[in-house]
């Protein structure tokens, strides 16, 4: 039986109803749980309405533990002001640009993370997210795959030819065009970081794909290591020569304007922002595919729908979004892209990351760390 003096604790933006089964052994009397399964449109977002900020409100005041599921819910100053009795916030993951540790500091707020490498008394059900992987014997990650999966659905037409085959929205048929093959193509990254060069090294082992990449710090030097950490020669990888970089550090000009596939890699920031706007599309061959599973707000949104209406380019695959979930009356979903002389367009609801064992592990450690506020005991993976 929960006590009036039990801890109010929210899981939030549980699509699946995975979360809560993780938290069912704790003690009822020492803290009353309520999940939901909806997400409610961000705070500081310009479309959002002042009922929708206020609903927000409501719904997080009466909690004093939030269990986040990563920036699902972003929490800027403003909304956190507004949440007199909040004392935690468990959020999953490790990065959150959307979050004001800042203010939540001010406010005395504690931020922790989920690394992803299990609890740290042993009461894991499985491997961890971050179970040691050998990277050099075929080790990978969850975006890596999503990301794969996307270019080679994009590519090879699986989606467009499967709408075709089961007259979904257009005339049954059968195939719609030819397809790509990625063999000998180029490869551009925006980002090198580990989800870059893990990506990179599927495109050299697999597809005999060249590689080049462009941030704004990357050097050659950088890129050279990326190779080498996932197990590849600095030079010579793949089908390039001997005395050619593996991963070759160029221009962003370059990048875009002579790369067969661009897939974004890159931190969100307030420096990141737009980072592939107009210019940046416009520099695109009119065969390049456009990947993005790192975030929506790196792409000028407007500048893309505008490219992809005029077909612009052979096709974009986007797991991200500006505003997620995707509104109702969002241009990506009441555009009709199966017309003649639009791009192709791949949409994903953000699944790089949402994998049966990376959330089971998360949730755990968060119900780890749940479990030692209710017993008075220090938080693990304290951010602020």
Not at 68 to 95: C, F, H, S, Y
Not at 232 to 259: D, H, Q, R, Y
């Amino acid at each position: 039986m929960t006590s009036p003096n039990s801890i109010k604790f929210a899981i939030l933006d549980d699509y699946h109803g995975f979360a809560a089964s993780h938290f069912s052994d704790l003690d009822k009397s020492k803290v009353s749980i309520t999940t939901f399964n909806d997400t409610l449109p961000a705070y500081s977002h310009s479309a959002t309405s002042d009922a929708d900020r206020k609903a927000l409100v409501d719904r997080l005041k009466p909690f004093s533990v939030i269990s986040t599921m990563r920036e699902r819910t972003p929490l800027p100053g403003d909304l956190l002001r507004q949440l007199p009795n909040l004392k935690v916030i468990l959020a999953t993951g490790t990065q959150f640009e959307t979050f004001d540790l800042k203010t939540a500091k001010e406010l005395g707020i504690k931020v922790c993370a989920a690394p992803g490498k299990g609890r740290t008394d042993g009461k894991s059900s499985g491997p961890s997210a971050r179970a040691k992987i050998d990277i050099k014997k075929g080790g990978g990650h969850a975006t890596t795959q999503h990301g794969w999966a996307l270019i080679l659905a994009l590519a090879r037409n699986v989606a467009a030819d499967d709408a075709r085959i089961k007259g979904k929205g257009v005339k049954p048929g059968w195939q719609t065009e030819l397809a790509i093959g990625l063999q000998g193509k180029t490869l551009g990254l925006v980002g090198l970081g580990r989800l870059g060069a893990l990506t990179a090294r599927v495109g050299v082992l697999a597809w005999g794909m060249k590689v080049i990449a462009w941030s704004e710090n990357l050097t050659q030097e950088k890129a050279d290591k990326q190779a080498e950490d996932v197990g590849l020669p600095a030079n010579g990888g793949g089908i390039v020569g001997e005395n050619e970089k593996t991963f070759k550090a160029v221009s962003k000009e370059e990048v875009f304007k002579t790369a067969d596939v661009v897939s974004l890699h890159y931190v969100l920031s307030a420096r990141s922002r737009g980072i592939v706007g107009a210019k940046e599309l416009g520099w695109l061959k009119d065969s390049a595919l456009l990947i993005n599973t790192s975030r929506g707000p790196l792409i000028d949104e407007e500048a893309l729908l505008k490219t992809l209406k005029e077909g612009r380019i052979r096709g974009a695959a986007l797991d991200v979004f500006e505003i997620e979930p995707l509104p109702a009356n969002s241009q990506w979903r009441t555009e009709d892209w199966d017309v003649e002389g639009k791009s192709r367009v791949l949409l994903s609801p953000h699944m790089g990351y949402v994998e049966e064992g990376t959330l089971s592990t998360w949730y755990e450690e968060t119900a780890e760390n749940l479990e030692r506020y209710l017993d008075g005991k220090d938080l693990l993976h304290i951010l602020v």
